[in-house]
């Protein structure tokens, strides 16, 4: 009974603490008419409708869904449109999510990766006036109004296994990959052609692990434990170089970089700038593998709303800018001092096509 | 007796029937959902923030948010009041069925599988290789169209009993617990699948991702509604014979009495000379053919190639859908069809109102919760329970109840007498 009576009390405080202060939260002023119509330096609103609809990963997967939802955000907010997200838990609400965008009037639906590939290409054919953009996907036979948005990472990874070949001292650099899919499999090789590129030109050994002779995967973009366990191993193994190619498991690789007794090894991270997105990032990442898919899906709800868009398979290179790599930042007084201008070069080199990456 | 008790105890038995309780589970999970909704809606947020400076800002954003949410909800799952044409007013009802045709016949099978007394939880397996072997026969095999869906489904059933057959098998001849069997056998179908779809037997011609070619036209189950952009198909039709089907097997034919019998109580169904290895075996095989045939409509009637996804979740709502219904066909039927209505209903709360696919599915959850444990609700009301109230030992009238009964089999048992 005791108890009971004094756990009632404790409860009953808890809830006075509680709408006390609920009460101080809710004690703001009211805002004014004029507030509320439109907030600051946002674009005047348009008619356009983008839409965008995930496949299992979610906008949360930090990976094309996220980017490319980050890239339909931009355009709510720079060029005006009106935007509607719907995001499939599974397999089957794929297509009614993008029929349900289509009945919405929605006059681009943006979709990402090639689970839901076959959805689009559908919609696309039974909705020929609604535009439709898919990310990191191809088709063989492309409806007109579709718009496949593709992107040689390679040239860019290839930047990067430069670079961190130049930034080993152990002369042993690792990668590691969510699952062996092309998508993924693309930086990988992009980074060992680098790091050989590097080899051959400065007469080096350095060594990759993970993608090559040896091929290390997660076989998922959800086990933390394992892309972790990777991580640790590599580094025991005296990589001091690693890039993680799986999406959201990027930061088991940061972490381990992180808590590791030496203070030099680092971390290429992947798709978006690691020194702004990866937690503790700024410390241990070298340079990042940026594949700009929010730009280029913005850029194609731009088209839509200038009405130039047109059906087409979009390759995002270095030339064009949809690819590269990320400043060094912290790193910039670590790495060689001749690497930022050996970089540059390359760069152009792979533009011109004097050095050749991929197949 | 006078005229008022007699009003006063009719209230009572009515305030206490199932139904009713059922009912007020749907306003609670309603109600809790729509609170939720509001607090997660961004204008009411926005509004909470001076609460007391106008007060009715918040409600009016709120109830707005909730409001909202439930008519888009209703819009994309039963009818769209909103729509221009024939097609657009009927499209939600037919999503509804289409989101419902594989639950139905996975959900059945695992009821089957219940009523025998096993907990098959391989739905999900079983689900996976019924829609590769007819993903297969509808790529591989090259027939006229009656021909080729007739194939299509026949081998998915086959290729779902043989994988729920062999659990049933690994019990009956080691005594192997089905629960961890059909557990391992849906992580072996899971990545056999993965591993299948990245060689030249499944692949796609000229992919390198995991997915399969498309079916030939001939093995697609046609559209229910020719010429319209509905989507519901020949799956459903299926379903409906499915439903029928093991309402005849379970409660007239006499392999069913002994399946029953052999989940009542398997002992004495020994004693009487029923082989409960046998009937392990066929329980476990009708319900592997039930969840191969969800299988097959998610391949022939709605994605036209097998992926990884291309079970979705199926086999693990057809668990909540089995046990939700109690294990009896025609309540299989009808929650299969509650289930795919929030799934079609979830689509337009997402894409109408914004409100985030997470708690759309947790307000979906609430709805389930609330209805599986009535007991629960009960409590929240404060309605005593109609049995245990009345304390009359009322004989329950049908002969061997469903899984081990607790309260609310017994009562699924008595609506079945009546009802199924």
Not at chain 2, 132 to 138: L, N, S
Not at chain 2, 242 to 249: K, N, S
Not at chain 2, 306 to 332: H, M, N, Y
Not at chain 2, 362 to 383: D, K
Request: charge should be neutral.
């Amino acid at each position: 009974m005791k108890i009971s009576k004094s756990g009632r009390r404790v409860s009953a405080a808890a809830a006075v603490l509680g709408i006390s202060a609920l009460a101080l939260a809710a004690c703001g002023a009211a805002p004014t008419d004029s507030g509320k119509s439109s907030s600051g330096s946002a674009a005047p609103k348009i008619d356009y409708t983008a839409c965008m609809v995930s496949d299992e990963g979610g906008f949360d997967d930090r990976s094309f869904n996220q980017a490319s939802f980050e890239g339909l955000k931009a355009a709510e907010k720079d060029l005006g449109v009106t935007t509607k997200s719907a995001e499939s838990n599974s397999k089957t609400e794929m297509k009614p999510n993008i029929e349900s965008m289509v009945s919405a009037k929605c006059n681009i639906v943006v979709t990402a990766g090639f689970n839901i590939g076959d959805a689009t290409k559908e919609a696309a054919l039974k909705y020929p006036d609604t535009n439709f953009a898919i990310v990191d996907f191809g088709y063989e036979d492309r409806p007109a109004n579709v718009r496949t948005l593709s992107y040689k990472t390679d040239e860019a990874a290839f930047l990067a296994g430069y670079a961190a070949a130049a930034y080993s001292k152990t002369g042993k650099v690792g990668t590691f990959g969510g699952a062996e899919i092309p998508t993924v499999t693309i930086f990988m090789e992009g980074f060992l052609e680098g790091v050989n590129y590097y080899n051959e030109k400065k007469g080096k050994d350095v060594k990759v692990v993970g993608w090559g002779d040896s091929k290390s995967f997660v076989n998922n973009f959800s086990d933390a434990n394992k892309a972790r366990q990777i991580s640790d191993n590599m580094i025991a193994d005296g990589v001091d170089v690693i890039m993680p190619v799986a999406g959201p498991l990027g930061q088991s690789a940061v972490d381990a970089v992180n808590e590791s007794s030496n203070g030099e090894d680092a971390v290429v991270w992947v798709d978006t700038d690691g020194y702004e997105y990866a937690k503790n990032g700024k410390a241990v990442v070298l340079t990042s593998v940026l594949k700009k898919m929010g730009e280029t899906v913005e850029e194609s709800i731009k088209s839509g709303v200038d009405k130039t868009f047109k059906g087409e398979d979009y390759m995002g290179t270095l030339e064009n800018g949809g690819v590269d790599i990320a400043p060094f930042h912290d790193f910039s007084s670590k790495v060689p001092s001749e690497l930022q201008g050996e970089i540059d070069q390359l760069r152009k080199d792979i533009i011109a096509g004097t050095v050749k990456v991929g197949k | 007796m006078s005229e008022t008790t007699k009003g006063r105890q009719g209230w009572r038995a009515f305030v206490r029937s199932d139904g009713f309780v059922s009912v007020l589970a749907v306003v609670l999970s309603l109600i809790v959902g729509g609170i939720l909704i509001a607090v997660t809606n961004k204008d009411a947020q926005a509004s909470a923030a001076y609460f007391f400076a106008q007060p009715g800002d918040f409600f009016r954003d709120a109830w707005n948010a909730a409001s909202g949410a439930y008519a888009a909800m209703f819009r994309s799952a039963i009818f769209n009041y909103e729509g221009a044409t024939a097609t657009e007013m009927f499209n939600p009802l037919s999503e509804t069925l289409t989101q419902a045709t594989p639950l139905i016949t996975a959900s059945l099978g695992v009821a089957i599988a219940f009523r025998a007394g096993l907990f098959n939880i391989g739905a999900q397996g079983q689900v996976i290789i019924g829609a590769a072997v007819a993903g297969f026969v509808g790529f591989r095999l090259h027939l006229p169209a009656p021909l080729h869906i007739l194939l299509v489904v026949l081998a998915a059933a086959l290729g779902g009993a043989a994988w729920g057959g062999l659990a049933g098998w690994l019990k009956a001849k080691t005594g192997a617990h089905e629960v961890i069997t059909t557990i391992m056998l849906n992580y072996v179908a899971t990545y056999l699948l993965a591993f299948v779809l990245l060689t030249p037997l499944m692949q796609r011609t000229g992919s390198s991702d995991p997915v399969s070619e498309v079916i030939d036209p001939t093995a697609v189950f046609p559209q229910l509604i020719p010429g319209t952009t509905l989507r519901v198909h020949l799956g459903f039709v299926i379903a409906i014979l499915a439903t029928v089907f093991t309402w005849w097997l379970l409660s007239r034919s006499k392999l069913g009495y002994r399946l029953r019998a052999v989940g009542a109580n398997p002992e004495a169904a020994r004693t009487a000379g029923i082989s409960v290895a046998a009937c392990t075996v066929i329980a476990m095989a009708l319900s592997g053919a039930m969840a191969g045939l969800a299988g097959a409509s998610q391949v022939s009637g709605t994605e036209m190639f097998v992926a990884e996804g291309i079970a979705a979740t199926i086999g693990f709502d057809a668990i909540t859908v089995a046990l939700l219904a109690r294990s009896k066909p025609l309540w299989v039927f009808l929650a299969a069809l509650l289930f795919g209505a929030f799934r079609a209903g979830g689509v337009g709360m997402q894409t109408d109102t914004g409100t985030p696919v997470d708690i759309v599915l947790v307000v979906q959850s609430l709805i389930v919760l609330f209805i599986a444990a009535p007991a629960l609700t009960r409590t929240i009301f404060g309605i005593r329970d109609r049995k245990k109230a009345a304390k009359a030992p009322k004989a329950p009238k049908s002969a061997p109840p469903a899984p081990p009964a607790e309260t609310p089999a017994a009562q699924a048992a008595t609506v079945e007498g009546g009802a199924a």
